[in-house]
Protein backbone atom coordinates (compact mmCIF):
# COMPACT_ATOMS: atom_id res chain seq x y z
CA UNK A 1 0.00 0.00 0.00
CA UNK A 2 1.50 3.83 -0.79
CA UNK A 3 2.03 5.74 0.92
CA UNK A 4 1.01 4.01 4.43
CA UNK A 5 3.82 1.09 3.35
CA UNK A 6 1.49 -1.66 4.32
CA UNK A 7 2.76 -5.07 2.94
CA UNK A 8 0.86 -8.26 2.87
CA UNK A 9 3.27 -11.54 2.17
CA UNK A 10 2.37 -14.11 -0.53
CA UNK A 11 2.18 -16.18 3.20
CA UNK A 12 -0.25 -14.36 4.66
CA UNK A 13 -2.48 -13.48 1.37
CA UNK A 14 -2.45 -17.36 1.45
CA UNK A 15 -3.30 -18.16 4.79
CA UNK A 16 -6.32 -15.44 5.00
CA UNK A 17 -7.98 -15.86 2.13
CA UNK A 18 -8.17 -19.90 2.72
CA UNK A 19 -9.48 -18.45 6.00
CA UNK A 20 -12.16 -16.43 4.57
CA UNK A 21 -13.00 -18.63 2.28
CA UNK A 22 -13.60 -21.70 5.26
CA UNK A 23 -15.59 -19.07 6.77
CA UNK A 24 -17.67 -18.21 3.98
CA UNK A 25 -18.31 -22.18 3.34
CA UNK A 26 -19.28 -22.63 7.25
CA UNK A 27 -21.61 -19.62 6.54
CA UNK A 28 -23.60 -21.51 3.96
CA UNK A 29 -22.73 -19.88 0.75
CA UNK A 30 -22.67 -22.05 -1.81
CA UNK A 31 -20.97 -22.06 -5.99
CA UNK A 32 -22.58 -18.76 -7.30
CA UNK A 33 -23.66 -16.94 -4.22
CA UNK A 34 -21.94 -13.53 -3.89
CA UNK A 35 -20.90 -10.73 -1.75
CA UNK A 36 -20.37 -7.40 -1.78
CA UNK A 37 -17.35 -5.34 -1.09
CA UNK A 38 -17.47 -1.58 0.10
CA UNK A 39 -13.66 -0.32 0.93
CA UNK A 40 -11.31 2.56 0.04
CA UNK A 41 -7.85 1.17 -1.28
CA UNK A 42 -7.43 -1.60 1.38
CA UNK A 43 -4.85 -4.03 2.34
CA UNK A 44 -7.56 -6.34 3.16
CA UNK A 45 -9.05 -5.92 0.02
CA UNK A 46 -6.84 -8.55 -2.20
CA UNK A 47 -7.94 -11.43 0.66
CA UNK A 48 -11.95 -10.89 0.09
CA UNK A 49 -11.61 -11.46 -3.52
CA UNK A 50 -9.40 -14.46 -3.37
CA UNK A 51 -11.26 -15.91 -1.00
CA UNK A 52 -13.85 -15.88 -3.83
CA UNK A 53 -11.79 -17.40 -6.37
CA UNK A 54 -10.91 -20.39 -3.58
CA UNK A 55 -14.89 -21.27 -4.15
CA UNK A 56 -16.65 -20.35 -6.81
CA UNK A 57 -18.32 -17.01 -5.34
CA UNK A 58 -19.08 -13.85 -6.90
CA UNK A 59 -17.44 -11.04 -5.19
CA UNK A 60 -18.89 -6.69 -6.50
CA UNK A 61 -17.13 -4.09 -5.92
CA UNK A 62 -19.00 -0.66 -5.02
CA UNK A 63 -18.02 2.80 -5.24
CA UNK A 64 -16.96 4.68 -1.97
CA UNK A 65 -19.16 7.56 -3.54
CA UNK A 66 -22.72 5.89 -3.50
CA UNK A 67 -25.42 6.92 -1.54
CA UNK A 68 -27.28 4.31 0.64
CA UNK A 69 -30.13 4.36 -1.53
CA UNK A 70 -28.19 3.70 -4.45
CA UNK A 71 -25.88 0.74 -2.53
CA UNK A 72 -29.13 -0.69 -1.63
CA UNK A 73 -30.10 -0.72 -5.04
CA UNK A 74 -26.82 -2.93 -6.34
CA UNK A 75 -27.43 -4.84 -2.93
CA UNK A 76 -30.24 -6.18 -3.29
CA UNK A 77 -30.35 -6.12 -7.52
CA UNK A 78 -27.47 -8.47 -6.83
CA UNK A 79 -28.41 -10.73 -4.23
CA UNK A 80 -25.48 -10.63 -2.15
CA UNK A 81 -26.00 -12.39 1.08
CA UNK A 82 -22.83 -10.16 2.89
CA UNK A 83 -21.02 -6.40 2.70
CA UNK A 84 -17.63 -6.37 3.68
CA UNK A 85 -16.45 -3.00 5.08
CA UNK A 86 -14.61 -0.66 6.72
CA UNK A 87 -14.74 1.84 9.57
CA UNK A 88 -14.84 4.27 7.27
CA UNK A 89 -17.48 2.98 4.76
CA UNK A 90 -19.50 1.96 7.13
CA UNK A 91 -19.86 5.63 8.66
CA UNK A 92 -23.12 6.23 6.64
CA UNK A 93 -25.06 3.05 7.44
CA UNK A 94 -27.22 3.10 9.83
CA UNK A 95 -29.19 0.33 11.71
CA UNK A 96 -32.98 1.43 9.62
CA UNK A 97 -30.57 1.13 6.73
CA UNK A 98 -29.28 -2.66 7.40
CA UNK A 99 -32.97 -3.47 8.75
CA UNK A 100 -34.52 -2.05 5.53
CA UNK A 101 -32.13 -4.18 3.22
CA UNK A 102 -31.65 -6.91 5.32
CA UNK A 103 -27.82 -6.52 4.72
CA UNK A 104 -25.04 -8.22 6.76
CA UNK A 105 -22.24 -5.95 7.36
CA UNK A 106 -18.98 -7.14 8.83
CA UNK A 107 -16.12 -4.48 9.61
CA UNK A 108 -12.74 -4.78 8.75
CA UNK A 109 -11.10 -3.10 11.59
CA UNK A 110 -13.60 -3.63 14.50
CA UNK A 111 -16.96 -3.02 14.35
CA UNK A 112 -18.95 -0.42 16.23
CA UNK A 113 -21.96 0.01 18.78
CA UNK A 114 -22.36 -3.42 18.16
CA UNK A 115 -24.27 -2.54 14.92
CA UNK A 116 -21.38 -4.16 12.94
CA UNK A 117 -19.61 -7.53 13.29
CA UNK A 118 -16.08 -7.55 13.49
CA UNK A 119 -13.50 -8.93 10.83
CA UNK A 120 -11.55 -10.57 13.20
CA UNK A 121 -14.23 -12.43 15.42
CA UNK A 122 -15.92 -13.40 12.43
CA UNK A 123 -12.56 -15.32 10.98
CA UNK A 124 -12.12 -16.52 14.85
CA UNK A 125 -11.89 -20.11 15.27
CA UNK A 126 -11.15 -20.57 10.67
CA UNK A 127 -6.91 -22.30 11.16
CA UNK A 128 -5.11 -20.77 8.30
CA UNK A 129 -4.87 -24.46 7.36
CA UNK A 130 -8.31 -25.08 6.79
CA UNK A 131 -8.72 -27.63 3.86
CA UNK A 132 -11.05 -26.34 1.30
CA UNK A 133 -12.75 -28.07 -1.40
CA UNK A 134 -10.94 -29.19 -4.70
CA UNK A 135 -13.91 -29.62 -7.21
CA UNK A 136 -15.23 -26.20 -6.75
CA UNK A 137 -15.24 -23.94 -9.89
CA UNK A 138 -12.97 -20.71 -9.81
CA UNK A 139 -15.09 -17.34 -8.77
CA UNK A 140 -14.60 -14.17 -10.44
CA UNK A 141 -16.29 -9.98 -9.98
CA UNK A 142 -19.63 -9.28 -10.90
CA UNK A 143 -19.10 -5.60 -11.69
CA UNK A 144 -21.71 -3.04 -12.18
CA UNK A 145 -21.62 0.13 -15.09
CA UNK A 146 -24.31 2.56 -15.13
CA UNK A 147 -26.42 3.19 -17.57
CA UNK A 148 -27.77 5.83 -18.86
CA UNK A 149 -30.36 6.57 -16.66
CA UNK A 150 -27.84 6.26 -13.95
CA UNK A 151 -29.30 3.06 -12.74
CA UNK A 152 -26.87 0.67 -12.17
CA UNK A 153 -26.63 -2.54 -14.57
CA UNK A 154 -24.62 -5.92 -13.69
CA UNK A 155 -22.89 -8.05 -16.12
CA UNK A 156 -22.14 -11.27 -14.90
CA UNK A 157 -20.12 -14.06 -16.39
CA UNK A 158 -20.73 -17.82 -16.22
CA UNK A 159 -17.83 -18.86 -13.79
CA UNK A 160 -17.41 -21.60 -16.58
CA UNK A 161 -16.37 -18.60 -19.27
CA UNK A 162 -14.98 -15.71 -16.98
CA UNK A 163 -11.50 -16.59 -17.23
CA UNK A 164 -9.39 -16.22 -19.97
CA UNK A 165 -10.33 -13.26 -21.76
CA UNK A 166 -7.31 -11.13 -20.04
CA UNK A 167 -4.05 -12.12 -23.06
CA UNK A 168 -3.05 -15.03 -24.78
CA UNK A 169 0.96 -16.56 -24.07
CA UNK A 170 2.92 -15.60 -26.79
CA UNK A 171 0.76 -13.32 -28.49
CA UNK A 172 2.65 -10.29 -29.41
CA UNK A 173 0.15 -8.21 -29.62
CA UNK A 174 -0.97 -8.18 -25.95
CA UNK A 175 2.41 -8.53 -24.50
CA UNK A 176 1.83 -5.86 -21.93
CA UNK A 177 -0.60 -7.57 -20.03
CA UNK A 178 1.55 -11.30 -19.83
CA UNK A 179 3.18 -10.77 -15.90
CA UNK A 180 5.47 -12.95 -14.83
CA UNK A 181 7.43 -13.40 -11.20
CA UNK A 182 9.56 -10.25 -11.89
CA UNK A 183 6.37 -8.42 -12.59
CA UNK A 184 5.79 -5.14 -10.26
CA UNK A 185 2.52 -3.28 -11.16
CA UNK A 186 1.55 0.23 -9.75
CA UNK A 187 -2.31 0.41 -9.19
CA UNK A 188 -3.04 4.01 -9.18
CA UNK A 189 -7.05 3.96 -9.30
CA UNK A 190 -9.71 3.59 -6.76
CA UNK A 191 -10.30 0.11 -6.67
CA UNK A 192 -14.05 -0.29 -7.21
CA UNK A 193 -13.40 0.15 -10.49
CA UNK A 194 -13.40 -3.15 -12.65
CA UNK A 195 -10.19 -2.59 -14.48
CA UNK A 196 -7.74 -2.26 -11.11
CA UNK A 197 -9.46 -5.57 -9.99
CA UNK A 198 -9.18 -7.33 -13.53
CA UNK A 199 -5.82 -6.21 -13.62
CA UNK A 200 -4.26 -6.52 -10.17
CA UNK A 201 -5.81 -9.89 -10.05
CA UNK A 202 -3.65 -10.98 -13.20
CA UNK A 203 -0.50 -9.81 -11.94
CA UNK A 204 -0.94 -12.00 -9.13
CA UNK A 205 -1.87 -15.01 -10.80
CA UNK A 206 1.19 -14.69 -12.58
CA UNK A 207 3.49 -14.09 -9.15
CA UNK A 208 4.05 -10.57 -9.63
CA UNK A 209 3.77 -7.82 -7.04
CA UNK A 210 0.90 -5.01 -7.14
CA UNK A 211 1.34 -1.87 -5.41
CA UNK A 212 -1.72 -0.25 -4.60
CA UNK A 213 -1.73 3.47 -4.03
CA UNK A 214 -4.32 4.45 -1.56
CA UNK A 215 -4.95 7.98 -3.25
CA UNK A 216 -3.18 8.98 -6.54
CA UNK A 217 -0.82 11.81 -5.97
CA UNK A 218 1.99 12.35 -9.05
CA UNK A 219 4.94 13.32 -7.38
CA UNK A 220 4.23 9.88 -5.08
CA UNK A 221 3.90 7.87 -8.62
CA UNK A 222 6.69 8.67 -10.15
CA UNK A 223 9.07 8.26 -6.42
CA UNK A 224 6.90 4.76 -5.68
CA UNK A 225 8.00 3.66 -9.61
CA UNK A 226 11.91 4.84 -8.67
CA UNK A 227 11.65 3.03 -5.10
CA UNK A 228 10.27 -0.54 -6.20
CA UNK A 229 11.60 -0.65 -9.59
CA UNK A 230 7.48 -0.71 -11.40
CA UNK A 231 7.28 -2.41 -14.83
CA UNK A 232 3.78 -1.81 -15.33
CA UNK A 233 1.42 0.78 -14.51
CA UNK A 234 -2.03 1.71 -15.79
CA UNK A 235 -2.83 5.11 -15.99
CA UNK A 236 -6.07 7.22 -17.39
CA UNK A 237 -5.03 10.64 -18.94
CA UNK A 238 -5.82 12.91 -16.38
CA UNK A 239 -3.03 11.66 -14.22
CA UNK A 240 -0.84 12.01 -17.04
CA UNK A 241 -2.14 15.57 -16.94
CA UNK A 242 -0.99 16.05 -13.45
CA UNK A 243 2.00 14.50 -13.90
CA UNK A 244 3.21 16.79 -16.83
CA UNK A 245 1.81 19.73 -15.02
CA UNK A 246 4.85 18.87 -12.20
CA UNK A 247 7.74 21.59 -12.46
CA UNK A 248 10.57 20.29 -14.58
CA UNK A 249 12.92 20.08 -11.40
CA UNK A 250 10.45 17.26 -9.80
CA UNK A 251 9.79 15.72 -12.88
CA UNK A 252 12.64 14.70 -13.74
CA UNK A 253 14.76 13.73 -10.88
CA UNK A 254 13.03 10.05 -10.62
CA UNK A 255 14.31 7.33 -12.52
CA UNK A 256 10.85 5.44 -14.52
CA UNK A 257 13.34 3.69 -16.59
CA UNK A 258 12.38 0.70 -14.85
CA UNK A 259 8.65 0.80 -16.54
CA UNK A 260 8.27 -1.29 -19.73
CA UNK A 261 4.80 -1.02 -20.22
CA UNK A 262 2.38 2.39 -19.19
CA UNK A 263 -1.00 1.13 -20.40
CA UNK A 264 -3.80 4.08 -20.49
CA UNK A 265 -7.50 3.84 -21.04
CA UNK A 266 -10.75 4.87 -19.32
CA UNK A 267 -11.09 7.99 -21.33
CA UNK A 268 -9.95 10.06 -24.04
CA UNK A 269 -6.32 10.94 -23.91
CA UNK A 270 -5.88 14.57 -26.19
CA UNK A 271 -3.22 14.39 -29.00
CA UNK A 272 -0.40 16.27 -27.64
CA UNK A 273 -0.93 14.95 -23.85
CA UNK A 274 0.10 11.32 -25.27
CA UNK A 275 3.34 12.76 -27.20
CA UNK A 276 4.79 14.79 -24.65
CA UNK A 277 3.80 11.21 -22.07
CA UNK A 278 6.03 9.46 -25.11
CA UNK A 279 8.71 12.21 -25.41
CA UNK A 280 9.02 11.91 -21.44
CA UNK A 281 9.00 8.06 -20.85
CA UNK A 282 9.68 7.04 -24.31
CA UNK A 283 6.94 4.69 -26.93
CA UNK A 284 6.11 2.61 -23.55
CA UNK A 285 2.42 3.82 -23.92
CA UNK A 286 -0.02 0.94 -24.64
CA UNK A 287 -3.31 2.09 -24.96
CA UNK A 288 -6.89 0.16 -25.29
CA UNK A 289 -10.33 0.17 -25.56
CA UNK A 290 -12.78 -2.27 -23.90
CA UNK A 291 -15.48 -2.07 -21.55
CA UNK A 292 -16.98 -4.06 -18.66
CA UNK A 293 -19.23 -6.76 -20.89
CA UNK A 294 -16.20 -7.44 -23.34
CA UNK A 295 -17.91 -7.81 -26.04
CA UNK A 296 -14.80 -6.57 -27.76
CA UNK A 297 -11.43 -5.21 -27.48
CA UNK A 298 -9.35 -2.68 -28.98
CA UNK A 299 -5.83 -1.42 -28.28
CA UNK A 300 -2.49 -0.68 -30.16
CA UNK A 301 1.37 0.35 -28.66
CA UNK A 302 3.18 3.41 -29.08
CA UNK A 303 4.92 2.96 -32.49
CA UNK A 304 1.19 2.29 -33.96
CA UNK A 305 -0.75 5.47 -32.51
CA UNK A 306 2.29 7.69 -33.55
CA UNK A 307 1.41 6.18 -37.23
CA UNK A 308 -2.84 6.74 -36.24
CA UNK A 309 -2.51 9.83 -33.71
CA UNK A 310 -6.16 9.67 -31.82
CA UNK A 311 -6.86 6.37 -32.74
CA UNK A 312 -7.37 3.76 -30.36
CA UNK A 313 -6.47 0.74 -32.38
CA UNK A 314 -6.97 -2.70 -33.85
CA UNK A 315 -9.16 -5.34 -32.89
CA UNK A 316 -7.38 -7.97 -30.32
CA UNK A 317 -9.85 -10.53 -31.42
CA UNK A 318 -12.44 -10.42 -33.59
CA UNK A 319 -13.88 -7.86 -35.81
CA UNK A 320 -15.06 -4.42 -35.46
CA UNK A 321 -18.08 -2.92 -37.34
CA UNK A 322 -19.11 1.02 -38.12
CA UNK A 323 -22.94 0.65 -38.62
CA UNK A 324 -24.35 4.12 -40.37
CA UNK A 325 -27.48 5.88 -39.62
CA UNK A 326 -28.98 3.89 -42.42
CA UNK A 327 -28.06 0.19 -40.48
CA UNK A 328 -25.73 -0.22 -43.11
CA UNK A 329 -21.76 -0.91 -43.06
CA UNK A 330 -20.27 2.31 -43.14
CA UNK A 331 -17.72 3.42 -45.65
CA UNK A 332 -13.84 4.03 -44.41
CA UNK A 333 -13.63 6.73 -42.82
CA UNK A 334 -17.51 7.07 -42.47
CA UNK A 335 -18.31 7.33 -38.89
CA UNK A 336 -21.18 5.16 -37.20
CA UNK A 337 -22.04 2.87 -34.29
CA UNK A 338 -19.40 0.97 -33.24
CA UNK A 339 -20.46 -3.44 -33.04
CA UNK A 340 -18.10 -6.15 -32.40
CA UNK A 341 -17.89 -9.47 -33.43
CA UNK A 342 -16.46 -12.51 -32.57
CA UNK A 343 -16.31 -11.68 -28.70
CA UNK A 344 -17.72 -12.90 -25.28
CA UNK A 345 -21.39 -12.76 -25.25
CA UNK A 346 -22.59 -10.94 -22.12
CA UNK A 347 -26.38 -10.07 -20.16
CA UNK A 348 -27.22 -7.54 -18.15
CA UNK A 349 -28.24 -9.12 -14.77
CA UNK A 350 -32.09 -8.66 -15.05
CA UNK A 351 -32.46 -6.43 -17.44
CA UNK A 352 -33.26 -8.69 -20.61
CA UNK A 353 -34.35 -5.30 -22.66
CA UNK A 354 -30.90 -3.43 -22.12
CA UNK A 355 -29.17 -6.87 -23.09
CA UNK A 356 -31.11 -6.94 -25.95
CA UNK A 357 -30.44 -3.47 -27.04
CA UNK A 358 -27.05 -4.31 -26.96
CA UNK A 359 -27.13 -6.37 -30.20
CA UNK A 360 -28.13 -6.03 -33.43
CA UNK A 361 -29.87 -8.28 -35.40
CA UNK A 362 -26.67 -9.88 -36.81
CA UNK A 363 -26.01 -10.96 -32.88
CA UNK A 364 -23.28 -8.01 -32.89
CA UNK A 365 -22.92 -6.08 -29.60
CA UNK A 366 -21.55 -2.31 -28.58
CA UNK A 367 -20.81 -0.46 -25.96
CA UNK A 368 -22.74 2.69 -27.42
CA UNK A 369 -20.26 4.73 -28.64
CA UNK A 370 -19.67 5.98 -32.55
CA UNK A 371 -16.37 6.49 -34.59
CA UNK A 372 -14.90 5.09 -37.84
CA UNK A 373 -12.44 3.08 -39.24
CA UNK A 374 -9.72 4.76 -40.77
CA UNK A 375 -7.68 2.71 -44.43
CA UNK A 376 -5.48 0.90 -41.99
CA UNK A 377 -8.33 -0.76 -39.51
CA UNK A 378 -7.80 1.24 -36.83
CA UNK A 379 -10.85 2.35 -35.00
CA UNK A 380 -11.30 6.17 -33.60
CA UNK A 381 -14.52 6.82 -31.57
CA UNK A 382 -16.14 10.18 -32.07
CA UNK A 383 -19.34 10.57 -29.44
CA UNK A 384 -21.37 8.11 -27.79
CA UNK A 385 -24.91 7.06 -28.22
CA UNK A 386 -25.77 7.49 -24.68
CA UNK A 387 -24.48 10.74 -24.30
CA UNK A 388 -21.61 9.75 -21.44
CA UNK A 389 -19.67 12.26 -19.52
CA UNK A 390 -15.68 11.11 -18.79
CA UNK A 391 -14.13 13.12 -16.21
CA UNK A 392 -10.94 11.92 -14.72
CA UNK A 393 -11.39 8.28 -16.14
CA UNK A 394 -14.63 7.92 -14.33
CA UNK A 395 -18.22 7.64 -16.34
CA UNK A 396 -20.79 10.12 -15.81
CA UNK A 397 -24.36 9.27 -16.69
CA UNK A 398 -26.32 12.34 -17.08
CA UNK A 399 -29.76 11.69 -16.52
CA UNK A 400 -30.65 10.88 -13.10
CA UNK A 401 -28.90 14.46 -12.71
CA UNK A 402 -31.39 15.77 -14.78
CA UNK A 403 -34.52 14.18 -13.32
CA UNK A 404 -33.26 15.05 -9.65
CA UNK A 405 -32.69 18.88 -11.08
CA UNK A 406 -35.90 18.90 -12.55
CA UNK A 407 -37.67 18.32 -9.96
CA UNK A 408 -36.14 21.41 -8.38
CA UNK A 409 -39.31 24.14 -8.27
CA UNK A 410 -37.02 26.86 -9.76
CA UNK A 411 -36.59 24.55 -12.90
CA UNK A 412 -38.42 24.95 -16.37
CA UNK A 413 -35.74 22.79 -17.88
CA UNK A 414 -32.01 21.56 -17.67
CA UNK A 415 -29.72 19.19 -19.89
CA UNK A 416 -26.26 17.94 -18.58
CA UNK A 417 -23.55 17.86 -20.74
CA UNK A 418 -19.93 17.31 -20.80
CA UNK A 419 -17.80 20.16 -21.06
CA UNK A 420 -13.63 20.75 -21.40
CA UNK A 421 -11.48 20.55 -18.34
CA UNK A 422 -8.26 20.92 -18.49
CA UNK A 423 -7.20 18.42 -15.56
CA UNK A 424 -10.64 16.11 -16.47
CA UNK A 425 -10.72 15.98 -19.44
CA UNK A 426 -14.55 16.43 -19.48
CA UNK A 427 -16.80 17.60 -16.32
CA UNK A 428 -20.37 17.77 -15.83
CA UNK A 429 -21.74 21.30 -16.69
CA UNK A 430 -26.05 21.77 -16.50
CA UNK A 431 -27.70 24.23 -18.53
CA UNK A 432 -30.79 24.87 -16.81
CA UNK A 433 -33.92 26.91 -18.06
CA UNK A 434 -35.58 28.60 -15.01
CA UNK A 435 -39.58 29.27 -14.41
CA UNK A 436 -38.13 33.12 -13.69
CA UNK A 437 -35.04 34.65 -15.27
CA UNK A 438 -34.37 36.80 -13.07
CA UNK A 439 -33.91 34.16 -10.52
CA UNK A 440 -30.41 33.08 -12.70
CA UNK A 441 -28.04 34.20 -9.80
CA UNK A 442 -24.57 32.46 -8.10
CA UNK A 443 -26.38 32.14 -5.20
CA UNK A 444 -28.72 29.74 -7.43
CA UNK A 445 -26.27 27.71 -9.12
CA UNK A 446 -24.63 26.99 -5.51
CA UNK A 447 -28.53 25.78 -4.62
CA UNK A 448 -28.68 23.49 -7.56
CA UNK A 449 -25.64 21.97 -6.92
CA UNK A 450 -26.36 22.11 -3.28
CA UNK A 451 -29.36 20.72 -3.63
CA UNK A 452 -27.95 17.44 -6.99
CA UNK A 453 -25.29 16.59 -4.07
CA UNK A 454 -27.57 15.88 -1.52
CA UNK A 455 -29.77 13.30 -3.03
CA UNK A 456 -26.95 11.58 -5.45
CA UNK A 457 -23.13 10.50 -5.20
CA UNK A 458 -20.66 13.45 -5.48
CA UNK A 459 -19.00 12.30 -8.86
CA UNK A 460 -22.86 12.30 -10.65
CA UNK A 461 -23.15 16.21 -9.43
CA UNK A 462 -22.52 18.81 -11.85
CA UNK A 463 -19.76 21.01 -10.86
CA UNK A 464 -20.82 24.30 -12.73
CA UNK A 465 -24.43 25.85 -13.63
CA UNK A 466 -25.44 27.69 -16.88
CA UNK A 467 -28.76 29.62 -17.19
CA UNK A 468 -30.31 29.64 -20.32
CA UNK A 469 -33.57 31.29 -21.55
CA UNK A 470 -34.63 28.27 -23.32
CA UNK A 471 -33.03 24.69 -24.45
CA UNK A 472 -33.32 23.43 -27.79
CA UNK A 473 -36.25 21.08 -28.36
CA UNK A 474 -38.22 19.87 -32.01
CA UNK A 475 -41.63 19.78 -32.23
CA UNK A 476 -42.52 16.52 -30.52
CA UNK A 477 -40.45 17.94 -27.68
CA UNK A 478 -36.95 15.74 -27.62
CA UNK A 479 -34.23 17.16 -26.21
CA UNK A 480 -31.54 17.80 -28.92
CA UNK A 481 -28.50 17.29 -26.46
CA UNK A 482 -25.65 17.53 -29.08
CA UNK A 483 -26.55 21.75 -29.94
CA UNK A 484 -26.35 21.92 -26.25
CA UNK A 485 -22.97 20.35 -26.17
CA UNK A 486 -21.60 21.70 -29.15
CA UNK A 487 -21.58 25.28 -27.65
CA UNK A 488 -18.87 23.82 -25.23
CA UNK A 489 -16.67 22.34 -27.66
CA UNK A 490 -14.58 24.08 -30.18
CA UNK A 491 -15.46 23.48 -33.68
CA UNK A 492 -14.56 19.81 -35.20
CA UNK A 493 -13.91 19.13 -31.79
CA UNK A 494 -16.41 17.04 -29.62
CA UNK A 495 -16.27 14.79 -26.85
CA UNK A 496 -15.80 10.65 -26.96
CA UNK A 497 -15.15 7.84 -24.39
CA UNK A 498 -12.43 5.24 -25.01
CA UNK A 499 -13.95 2.66 -22.10
Known amino acids: MIPSGLEVSWAELEARSRRCAARLLADGFQTGDGFIIYLENHPRYFELMWAAHRI ?78 HDLPEGTDFSYSSGTTGVPKGIKRAL ?26 LSTAPFYHTAPVRWNM ?6 GTSLLMEKFDPLLALETIEKYRVTHGQWVPTMFSRLLRLPEADRLRYDVSSMQYAIHAAAPCPVPLKEQIIAWWGP ?23 LHKGSVGRPEFGAVHIVNENGKNAEEGEPGVVYFSGGSTFQYHNDPE ?126 LKREVRNKYWPVGNTSHIAH
Open 284 to 306: ILYEYYSGTELVGRTSLDSHEWL
Open 202 to 207: AVMRAG
Open 56 to 133: GLYYTTVSLHLKPAELAYILQDCGARLMFCSQKTSQGLTPQWLAETGAECIVLEGGTDNIFMDYEQWLAGVPANAVLP
Open 354 to 479: KTRKAYNDQGWATYGDIGYLDADGYLYLTDRLANMIVSGGVNIYPQEAENILASHPAVSDVAIVGVPDEDMGESAKAVVELLDPAAATPEMERELIAYCRARISAVKTPKTVDFVSSLPRTESGKL
Open 160 to 185: STAHGYFSKPGDTRTRWKQFDESSVY
